[in-house]
């Protein structure tokens, strides 16, 4: 009867612990986007667009994130116009969609739940000018963070500012992405 009493308590706290190893917390966020894209042509194209995330917590403090993303927009730039003597503008629509992952850290203090984070994965960038498209795929890096502030339990607003670099075409693009939203924390 001992030895039945004590497997089952053993069993019981393995059982426990194995569980307080699962990450049980994290937050999803969805919003808008802006970013203010680099053309390595002397001007910047201004994307708006959608920006969403999903974190699951390994340690209380550090989390591990997915971040997807879909900026869209359409931009005039100023070209020479050969022979004709003046400047001419080309209209240019774009679209680029980032997937990046890696670990965020955040500590919570009191309303506020101040984020830093390093992400990596790829972008695509897609184009048109005239009836004429290109699209490159690169690699992508995110570093940057925020704040969440707490409007109620499991529920609060998102501010968020990137640093975005991609190389797409065989150059190097630094952009800035500013995101802001609702976030649900479970």
């Known amino acids: 009867m001992f030895r039945s009493i004590a497997s089952l308590l053993a069993i019981f706290l393995f059982a426990a612990s194995a569980t307080a190893q699962i990450p049980t917390k994290g937050n999803v966020f969805l919003g808008y986007s802006y970013v203010s894209a680099d053309t390595n042509i002397g001007d910047r194209a201004n994307l708006n667009g959608w920006n969403g995330s999903l974190e699951g917590k390994v340690f209380p403090f550090v989390g591990i994130v997915a971040d997807i993303s879909g900026h869209y927009g359409s931009q005039n730039f100023p070209v020479s116009c050969g022979g004709v003597g003046g400047a001419c503008t080309i209209n240019v629509n774009a679209s680029m969609h980032t997937v990046v992952f890696g670990p965020r850290l955040s500590v919570p203090i009191m309303k506020f739940t101040p984020f830093g984070e390093a992400?990596?994965?790829?972008?695509?960038?897609?184009?048109?000018?005239?009836?004429?498209?290109n699209s490159d795929t690169s690699f992508a890096e995110v570093l940057g963070g925020g704040v969440d502030y707490r409007l109620?339990?499991?529920?609060?607003?998102?501010?968020?500012?990137?640093?975005?670099?991609?190389?797409?075409?065989?150059?190097t693009q630094n952009d800035f992405r500013l995101s802001t939203g609702i976030v649900f924390h479970f």
């Open 119 to 133: 992400l990596f994965g790829v972008s695509h960038v897609s184009g048109s000018i005239s009836g004429f498209s």
């Open 152 to 171: 109620v339990y499991g529920i609060g607003l998102r501010l968020e500012g990137d640093f975005l670099q991609t190389r797409f075409f065989g150059r």
